[in-house]
């Protein structure tokens, strides 16, 4: 997802198109981040070989590349800040504080805004990225997860995993305007590349939430089980659709699958077997390649999209959280 | 710090124009005052003894256990941010009685001024009174931390929702973890007290269940008279013509089962009472969101660690908050009909929680906690059920004695 919606970031503002090309180096490495070993590892995209291990603040989670690829955001739950990652020298070079527990965030470069959810002090902190400053903190139901900003900027969208609540956030005022009731434990978001549907998975009730982001309603669900597992084990996280919009990817948690989803039906085609815990997934900006964090094996799987098929998996660290590819 | 507190204050109010300049820029939600509110009670016995600080020698304090007022607490807390949605406000009163025995009648005077949710932190004795006074009135009395097998089997009351583990969910977790190392061969350490001999039989009883054998019951003395060494020493209670895999020591009093660990006459584990307790919560367990959990009562308690009867508060306003999230209602009879419906609520333990039809027992998974560390969680693995493994624990509806849903 972080990709995707760093592509769809592109696309809306023409001016960085042609800056990008510029700057970026598009090594195609492959960036990890580790939950428990609090480090980031960096994989070159065709041997899978380790090339760096970067130590950064403890718990690293999600992870941002600036549009340009020069800097890597990682929001570090335990010390409660945003690691800036130099991402030609692959060191830290500066920090954000944000508030209790950071998850997941968005960027928005247009504005200079990160909006991140504050997992411990419910709340979406909105943060001037320049500055370092936090400029306001909206409350939101407790534990606070998944966080999209709209192309325009105007919207933000961040789930209460404890409220089952979907926050619709004016962006600009720092208030919620409307509150979306979803299924149980709310995580991640991903959106359809027309900006109509707002898709959010939800954990315990093992489910993918569709909601039409005009009239703010859910418009349908998506139930997931894979061959020989118990609905009791799926439990959906991660999700990231193809930059056309026709096919969706979920990670299925304890069923250590991941779902293949045709957008326009809602139809699940089939599974893929990864490791243990599919958490976070991105894919590779060619849509070819589908890599999947494995948060309780350790370890990175890479599944070819066109044959279905997972095609390795390498260990990474302790307790992988969510992947981004500099391309 | 003051250059940056000015820079704050610039981009504030330079945000601030941006919002004023904006055509039809909508403006904040004014908090409107809910018009409809549901009252949850929280019911308590002062000087409860199962609260008392548990003393090593005199003034050494080796636990400290509180009511688990603060789990109801942290309940409310989280609903806080459904109040604008539902036009509902939650609020949490706390009724403190004097003796197990006056609980029915506060229960009851509350209820007729129209609350119809209590928790209930009270000892088994005082069950059967308030069952009885309570009977076919519109009201959910939430068990927060009585394990008795008896309040669901006998009582068997439909006013009744028994969030705590019964204590055959309990030991049924344990034996299945044990089962699964095939540590079959149980020697069991009983003491005088009746919740001893009550956790001791329905440890022998899930022992049957899941096909491990207690190789021997002994039973023991606290205390260091040399004449009743052959009760009172480990080693000599241990040292039977048999070999064991693990000593289950029944011990409500957290204080001979102290010198078991390595004062056994073989190096074998020790589990019930101390060093694997089968748990309904523990303030380590890192998976499915449970961390946020144990922080956030941490702060409301002020540094207690989460326990069992906590995590059954804290469940209960969950559901109770759940009920008029999903039927957008204040409606009792709604509200009730939800959580005693089919339905699913987010325990943070894993598989979701609901309530058993027949005895109004919440279903749920057991931790089996060492000191620092969530050992396992059953039901274990392998251990399968023809419609949901959480029934595998506990009394299941064919062996029930209570049919609630008939």
Redesign the interface.
């Known amino acids: 997802m972080n990709g995707h919606a760093m592509r769809k970031f592109a696309f809306a503002i023409p001016f960085l198109l042609i800056v990008v090309p510029a700057e970026a180096k598009d090594t195609g490495l492959i960036y990890v981040s580790n939950e428990k070993s609090n480090n980031i590892i960096v994989l070159d995209p065709k041997t899978y070989k380790i090339v760096n291990d970067i130590k950064v603040s403890r718990r690293p989670r999600d992870m941002h590349f600036s549009a340009d690829h020069t800097k890597l955001y990682i929001a570090c739950g335990d010390e409660d800040v945003i690691d800036v990652l130099d991402v030609a020298k692959g060191e830290v070079t500066g920090k954000i504080a944000t508030g209790s527990?950071p998850e997941t965030f968005a960027i928005d470069e247009q504005h200079r805004r990160l909006y991140v959810s504050d997992?411990?002090s419910?709340s979406l902190a909105i943060i001037?990225m320049d500055?370092g400053?936090i400029?306001t903190q909206v409350?939101?139901?407790?534990?606070p997860e998944g966080v999209m900003a709209s192309n325009d900027g105007k919207t933000v969208y961040v789930t209460?995993?404890?409220?089952?609540?979907v926050h619709v956030v004016?962006a600009?005022?720092?208030?919620?305007?409307d509150?979306i009731?979803v299924g149980?434990?709310p995580r991640r978001f991903t959106a359809t590349p027309d900006g109509k549907e707002l898709w959010v998975s939800t954990e315990?009730?093992g489910e993918v939430y569709i909601i039409d982001r005009e009239k703010l309603v859910v418009t349908g669900k998506i139930e997931f089980l894979p061959p020989g597992m118990?609905k009791?084990d799926v439990t959906p996280v991660g999700l990231t659709m193809t930059s056309d919009g026709k096919t969706a990817y979920v990670t299925l948690g304890?069923a250590n699958n991941i779902a293949v989803v045709d957008v326009a039906t809602r139809a699940v085609q089939g599974y893929i077997l990864v490791g243990k815990r599919a958490w976070g997934a991105t894919l590779s900006r060619d849509d070819k390649t589908l890599y999947v964090t494995d948060g309780l094996g350790d370890d990175l799987t890479v599944i070819d999209t066109a044959s279905r098929k997972a095609t390795i998996s390498v260990p990474v660290g302790r307790t992988p959280w969510g992947v981004v590819i500099d391309e | 710090m003051s250059n940056r507190c000015f820079t704050l204050a610039a981009l504030l109010l330079v945000s601030s124009l941006a919002v004023a300049a904006a055509q039809n820029a909508p403006s904040p939600p004014q908090p409107a005052t809910p018009t409809q509110h549901i009252k949850i009670a929280f019911v308590q016995i002062d000087g409860d003894p199962r609260y008392e600080p548990l003393r090593g020698y005199t003034r050494t304090i080796l636990k400290t256990p509180g009511h688990p007022f603060a789990g109801a607490e942290i309940g409310v807390d989280e609903a806080a941010p459904l109040t604008r949605l539902l036009n509902t406000d939650f609020t949490l009163d706390r009724i403190s009685v004097k003796s197990p025995a006056e609980v029915a009648p506060a229960v009851l005077a509350a209820a007729n001024a129209g609350t119809h949710f209590f928790l209930i932190d009270a000892p088994a004795q005082a069950y059967a009174t308030l069952a009885t006074a309570l009977h076919g009135r519109n009201v959910l009395l939430f068990n927060v931390s009585a394990p008795d097998d008896s309040l669901r089997r006998d009582l068997c009351s439909a006013e009744m929702i028994h969030v705590y583990p019964s204590r055959a969910q309990l030991m049924d977790g344990l034996v299945q973890y044990l089962v699964s190392r095939k540590w079959s061969n149980l020697l069991v350490f009983e003491g005088p007290t009746p919740e001893d001999t009550a956790m001791a039989g329905t440890f022998s009883r899930s022992a049957q269940k899941f096909g491990a054998h207690v190789i021997a019951n002994q039973h023991f003395k606290p205390g260091t008279d040399p004449r009743d060494r052959e009760q009172n020493d480990p080693a000599l209670l241990s040292a039977i013509n048999r070999d064991f895999d693990i000593v289950f020591v029944a011990d409500s009093d957290f204080d001979f089962v102290r010198s078991v660990p390595y004062h056994l006459v073989r190096p074998r584990p020790v589990v019930g009472s101390i060093d694997l307790e089968p748990v309904a919560w523990h303030w380590t367990w890192e998976h499915n969101g449970a961390p946020q959990v144990n922080s956030r009562f941490e702060k409301k308690s002020g540094g207690r660690h989460m326990e069992g009867p906590d995590w059954a508060a804290w469940v209960a306003v969950k559901m109770i908050v759940q009920s008029t999230l999903r039927t957008h209602s204040a409606d009792f009879a709604e509200q009730r009909a939800f959580i005693l419906g089919d339905n699913d609520f987010d325990g943070d333990k894993g598989l979701a929680v609901s309530v058993r039809p027949w005895d109004h027992q919440v279903r749920q998974a057991v931790l089996l906690a060492a000191p620092y560390e969530v050992t396992g969680s059953a039901p274990i693995e392998g251990f399968l059920h023809q419609t949901n493994e959480l029934d595998t624990l506990g009394d299941d509806r064919p062996e029930s004695q209570c049919h609630l849903d008939k």
């Not at chain 1, 600009?172 to 305007?177: D, K």
Request: hydrophobic share 25%; proline share 3%.
């Open positions: 527990s997992e411990e419910s001037d500055q400053v400029l409350p939101t139901g407790a534990e209460s995993e404890v409220g089952n609540l004016d600009a005022g720092g208030y919620v305007t509150d009731v149980t434990r315990l009730s118990r009791s304890h």
